[in-house]
């Protein structure tokens, strides 16, 4: 169970104009509401303690605004499992049955939204798409390293969307066709070149695990420079925006900084090749000739 | 307070077409979304765009389809907008770099769909709308439009004159999630709603948590009406575990759907002895719980969709992204067992009562996407027409807002010209509980305020009323938590008001929905944090759940007849010569009054005529 912010339950004051019926029949109410709460949480307990089989998180806690929370701690869940179960589905549970302050991201439930990347026994993966049974207990669950963390898992992405914008990330071409029904023509192989890029979700877990950008707060990070191999090898922007793109991203603190860890690669819930699309990104720059740090 | 031309709430598919439309006008927009734009549910969207873009098709077939599809429910003024604009929306996305796949001769491809008459139904592989959506929002960036994101849009202001045709939109009150801070936005030429789906209502749903019926549930508090919410499409294959989709496409390609004991029962047990599994998302997802209540569903609970005999290289090559999702969300391996699949609920094809310019009948108040009902779907939606009513829709309403002329609509909106009043016999007291008692999560219009109130006094009023109820919901130390009251609606609409509806059921729901009604009165937050408070957006989120489950259970329990996606026991039939109407609620003194208004079948060059709708 969770150790949360103790409860102070006071009487409520009635206000003096309302009338001694009305008083009843709230009171009324509120106990009816109380049963119905205290009942949802005995039985909560009561399946925590009956089910076959349970899985024990262990989950950060921090909030700058809540006296206990303010040094982070963790906090211990047992959750009745049932097949199919995922992390996420876990937290859910938690927070529903548990401890309602229990904070964390997420939307689709099904690795599209990018929501939910966190950092689960010591690597960074999608709640959503991360099986209670693929993992050793205790689940440790973290928010994503090398971020601020905002609250609980929540974590401040703002760099991370900074990053991603400023790599110019949007379609230019000087060859559009002149009819608006009229479309661009573009190789199958030219698209199934960019279709892994197109893939990516902006969920952060590839800038969580790069020691780089853990080091460089200016480099672009692996994201951003996928966002980036996504127009610069699309063949409908032309060469002249190709030439415009590798400029970009040879610059300081592009393309040049990665090490080939590879750690991005591996913690990709979308499976992009994201270090070969680096490699491949700073060979097209040596090719066109241009200068490098 | 902030103030813009105009304010997008949502920022999906339709909320980011219309903030950059309303830009190509020249209009100072922003965008007002509890998700930052790129975690939005469009993303989630697999099949693909309608749109007639190559000889021998045209837009003229593509209404056809449509209205046939909406089972002759969809205002045929809006379903030929939707059929004539898409193919220049649909080919704007491919000038925007969208990724789509391609044909040998380098154009985007196109493929059968159901219901179609040709294959139109233009796509990126399995993931047409994660495309869609950041080809979408890279032209936000582009243009350098404003977000507010992960900001809660809780209530308009509106003003309060008697009739909702009277009333102006003046902006919005929002919650800013990270701070907690409560702010008004004034808009100074219109709001347009964007906020999605409401899939939330129900237990089961492939809609996103998010998806809450914010928009439409606070529209119809400030006196837009609600039309045809009985019109609910449930997809006949989700995973049982999270309702997580499992494309039309894998029966498409020939995936065959099996009971408990083997037997391929689509035609065994004579649902749909020429299409089999192909057969319409309607008539599939009666079928699966037909075999679950007669006790032949695996596990009480579900069936098998089996794709085995496919070939590995085959799927891999067509329908990559569903093992992925087999094995990550339901901890199967499609290519060594069957999947377990089950409906789910999917889409919502009424919602806010808009016009084809997708304008509501208060002044300034505009929605689009799937939270607006203009109608293109009527009765029932055809699968890859939901992402051209985003584009085409939500393009239009930005272009209107920001003043752009257009041609005026011929779809009426509000109580004018040819509409009848209805009843319905419900067990239980309807709308607000408790009013006046208590003023908890109120929404709608800020009263009081004065005849003479300035549009930014109006929203202010709205800004302390949100306030207080924020303070209200905080301070309280006891009481009942939303989790609580959610999870019994949705459990009840799941259980009575599904794919199966009829009539005693029906209004157990009611009495479960007026149940939860009184306990939220009584709702508490238990986090008291204002960083990050999720627990108080949940319990915002919950009061408009209950506001939707209601105006969906009474449409259906008034709808006396079988039409599109809703069926109901006692009815068997569709009844042209009483129900060629659309039903309306519209939220009068905190009870729903319902409300009819004929369709309009007389499009452009022809007459809609109701024909049986068989494929």
């Known amino acids: ?82 097949q199919g179960m995922t992390v996420l589905d876990a937290l859910m549970w938690a927070r529903d049955h548990y401890d309602s302050s229990l904070t964390f991201r997420h939307s689709c439930r099904q690795a599209i939204c990018g929501s939910d990347a966190l950092f689960v026994n010591g690597s960074q993966r999608l709640g959503c798409k991360t099986q209670l049974s693929d993992l050793s207990e205790p689940i440790r669950v ?47 192989e030219n698209r199934e070149k960019v279709k892994m890029s197109t893939r990516c979700i902006w969920c952060s877990a590839c800038m969580s695990s790069c020691n780089i950008a853990a080091g460089d707060n200016e480099y672009l990070g692996p994201a951003a420079i996928n966002k980036a191999y996504r127009f610069a090898m699309d063949e409908r922007e032309g060469e002249d925006m190709k030439q415009r793109r590798l400029e970009i991203l040879e610059q300081e603190h592009g393309v040049w900084r990665c090490q080939t860890q590879f750690s991005c690669t591996e913690v990709c819930p979308k499976d992009i090749p994201l270090t070969e699309h680096i490699q491949e990104l700073k060979r097209e720059a040596i090719k066109n000739n241009l200068k490098f740090w | 307070m902030y103030e813009h031309d105009v304010i997008v709430v949502g920022a999906g598919g339709a909320g980011l077409r219309a903030a950059i439309a309303a830009h190509e006008e020249g209009a100072d927009v922003a965008i007002v979304s509890k998700l930052h734009p790129v975690r939005s549910h469009t993303g989630a969207a697999e099949g693909g765009i309608n749109a007639a873009l190559r000889e021998g098709d045209s837009w003229e077939d593509h209404a056809y389809d449509t209205m046939k599809g909406s089972d002759y429910l969809a205002d045929a003024p809006a379903a030929e907008t939707l059929c004539k604009d898409s193919p220049k929306e649909t080919i704007k996305l491919e000038h925007w770099g969208m990724a789509f796949s391609r044909d040998d001769d380098g154009r985007v491809s196109q493929r059968p769909f159901g219901g179609l008459s040709f294959p139109r139904t233009t796509y990126a592989g399995a993931e047409t709308g994660h495309q869609l959506l950041h080809t979408m929002y890279e032209q936000l960036v582009k243009r350098g439009i404003k977000v507010y994101d992960e900001w809660h849009v809780t209530r308009l202001a509106v003003s309060d004159e008697e009739k909702p045709e009277d009333r102006n939109c003046h902006g ?76 039309e496409g894998v029966r498409g390609e020939g995936g065959i759907l099996y009971n408990e004991d083997g037997e391929r029962f689509m035609f065994e047990y ?20 037909t075999e679950v209540n007669e006790g032949r569903g695996i596990e009480d609970e579900y069936v098998h969709l089996d794709m085995r005999h496919l070939g590995e290289e085959r799927i891999i090559d067509r329908l990559e992204n569903i093992v992925h999702l087999s094995e990550d969300f339901e901890g199967v391996n499609p290519l060594e067992a069957p999947m377990p699949v089950k409906p789910g609920q999917h889409y919502a094809m009424g919602g806010i009562e808009t016009d084809e310019n997708g304008e509501t009948c208060i002044s ?8 607006a009902c203009a109608s293109v779907h009527g009765g029932n939606r055809l699968g890859g027409n939901a992402l ?81 109820t924020i303070d209200t919901l905080l301070e309280r130390e006891d009481g009942i938590q939303q989790a609580e009251i959610r999870e ?66 009474l449409g259906a329990l008034a709808r006396n007849e079988f039409r599109g996606a809703h069926w109901r026991k006692e009815y068997q039939e569709r009844r042209d010569e009483e129900w060629l109407k659309h039903t309306m609620l519209s939220w009068n003194d905190g009870r729903p009054e319902l409300w009819y208004k004929p369709v309009i079948l007389e499009g452009e060059n022809k007459t809609y005529e109701p024909k049986i709708r068989s494929y």
Request: some cysteine; charged content about 30%; glycine content about 8%.
């Open chain 2, 388 to 468: 051209p009513e985003l584009i085409v829709f939500g393009k239009r309403a930005g272009h209107h807002a920001a003043g752009k002329d257009m041609e005026e609509a011929e779809i009426t909106t509000g109580k004018v010209g040819d509409y009848e009043l209805g009843e319905v016999d419900s067990p239980v007291e309807l709308g607000e509980a408790g009013i006046g008692e208590d003023a908890v999560a109120d929404g709608g219009t800020a009263a009081d305020a004065g005849a003479s109130a300035s549009g930014a006094d109006l929203v202010q009023r709205a800004v302390e009323d949100e306030r207080e």
């Open chain 1, 142 to 188: 973290e928010p994503l390293p090398h971020a601020d963390v905002v609250k609980d898992l929540v974590v401040d992405m703002e760099h991370f969307y900074d990053q991603m914008e400023s790599v110019e990330p949007y379609f230019q071409t000087n060859s559009l066709p002149d009819g608006e029904l009229d479309e661009q023509r573009q190789t199958r």
């Open chain 2, 270 to 289: 004579g649902y749909a002895n020429n299409l089999g599994e192909l057969a319409s998302r309607d008539v599939v997802s009666r079928a699966e719980l």
């Open chain 2, 364 to 371: 300034g108040l505009y929605a689009a996407g799937e939270c």
């Open chain 1, 1 to 82: 169970m969770s150790t949360q912010v103790p409860e102070s339950v006071e009487e409520e004051s009635t206000t003096e104009t309302a009338s001694a019926g009305k008083q009843k029949r709230d009171a009324k109410k509120r106990e009816r509401a109380e049963r119905v709460q205290e009942q949802r949480e005995a039985e909560a307990a009561e399946k925590a303690r009956s089910a076959d089989d349970t899985f024990h998180l262990k989950v950060f806690r921090y909030d700058p605004e809540v006296p206990e929370k303010q040094e982070p701690r963790f906090d211990d869940f047992h959750v009745p499992y049932k």
């Open chain 2, 172 to 247: 919005i009150v929002a919650y800013d999630v990270q701070t907690g801070q409560v702010e008004g936005f004034r808009a100074r030429n219109g709001v347009i709603l964007a906020t999605g789906g409401l899939g939330q209502v129900y237990d089961h749903t492939t809609n996103a948590v998010a998806n809450t019926g914010d928009g439409v549930a606070m529209a119809y508090r400030a006196g837009a009406p609600m039309e045809d919410m009985e019109f609910i499409q449930f997809h006949p294959t989700t995973l049982p575990s999270t309702g997580v989709l499992i494309t």
């Open chain 2, 488 to 553: 019994r609606v949705q459990k009840s609409m799941t259980r009575n008001v599904n794919v199966f509806r009829e009539e005693s059921a029906l209004k157990d729901a009611l009495r479960d929905i007026r149940e939860a009604r009184e306990l939220y009165q009584d709702v508490f937050v238990g986090d008291k944090s204002r960083t990050f408070n999720t627990d108080l957006l949940q319990t915002l989120e919950t009061r408009n759940i209950l506001d939707i489950a209601e105006a969906i259970t």
